[in-house]
């Protein structure tokens, strides 16, 4: 079944990049395998995927990224030495990454951007609608957007993205939408879309973030999308397309307003490891009460004091 009515069950997740802005530290670890708390940001994304429904996960990787693989896998010395120790809240949380889902693997070969990346899983995900989750942008589990995103593609037909309002100045940062009302709060039809445009230029301050649900006719319009910005092949080029001829359906947007934090970027990185920590009941009393005696120590004396 592939209508709009169609369940979601195949995630892509473009995993190929080298995270040169967390270097040096991604030489030899990817980059979704730096731990946010305890766990690495790829399996944050991989349980919000499952939670959704989303049961048939393809990683479109690169060089390197064998780690991937590894921390999907079972490991049998380190569970049996777990065991061993009767250390079973640890040998509980190990053996979680290995059952998520049937997680599968493909190489991107010569890394050409996220259209590039999203065409290369056309074989894997066949006539289904997918959906594509970008491994920088994690959404707290307690904002469901996914579930969301995939009632209006039932509603509405065609493709979804998710969209947040940033600031004017951040606008080169993404891809950015041009909008009309649809008949619902927090819906929008997009009608066109630019990527990174240049500043004073973006046709809204709507950023399309790390969340698509994706009509299969997007393979198709990706095959004939040239290089765009960057020189990439740029999945951002497709949809506006899609969006402004209604090839495989209309494109919307669901407007996130719950909590999105970027890995990406190396100063919010350290604020979403902070703030998963405060919310955590195991971690966030005795770290709440650490962090607010170390800002409190490291205000400045008041005048005259």
């Known amino acids: 079944m592939t209508g709009p009515k169609a369940r979601i069950t195949k995630a892509v997740i473009p995993a190929a990049g080298l ?53 999907f896998d079972r490991s049998f010395e380190l569970e049996e030495t777990l065991r061993r120790k009767n250390d079973m ?43 594509v989750l970008l491994g920088d ?71 399309v973030i790390g969340r698509y649900l994706l009509d299969p006719g997007v393979f198709d319009v990706l095959r004939r999308t040239g290089p765009g910005h960057g020189g990439e092949i740029q999945l951002t080029d497709a949809l506006r397309e899609m969006a402004g001829s209604g090839a495989a359906g209309p494109v919307h947007g669901v407007v996130f307003t719950g909590r999105r934090y970027d890995t990406g970027d190396r100063a919010d990185y350290l604020r979403t490891i902070v703030r998963l920590a405060w919310d955590r009941e195991d971690l966030g009393p005795e770290f709440r009460d650490w962090l607010l005696e170390f800002v409190d120590d490291r205000k400045p004396a008041a005048a005259g004091a």
């Open 137 to 207: 942008d994690l959404i707290d589990p307690r904002d469901v957007l996914l579930d969301r995103m995939a009632e209006v593609r039932h509603r509405y037909g065609g493709s979804v993205v998710a969209l947040m309002e940033v600031a004017p100045e951040l606008t080169g940062l993404y891809g950015c939408a041009a909008v009309t009302a649809a008949d619902e709060a927090a819906v929008v039809r997009v009608t066109d879309l630019v990527e990174k445009p240049p500043a004073g230029l973006a046709p809204s301050n709507y950023a």
């Open 89 to 131: 809240a640890r040998l509980s949380q190990v053996r979680l990454s290995n059952g998520l889902a049937d997680i599968h693997y493909l190489r991107q070969g010569d890394p050409q951007g996220l259209g590039h990346a999203v065409l290369r899983a056309a074989s894997h995900v066949g006539d289904e609608p997918f959906a």
């Open 19 to 71: 995270g040169t802005r967390f270097l040096p530290a991604t030489k030899a670890t990817p980059k979704e395998m730096l731990p946010v708390v305890d766990k690495p940001a790829i399996q944050y994304v991989v349980e919000e995927a499952v939670s959704a429904g989303m049961t048939d996960i393809l990683m479109v990787t690169g060089r390197n990224k064998r780690p991937l693989e590894d921390h």
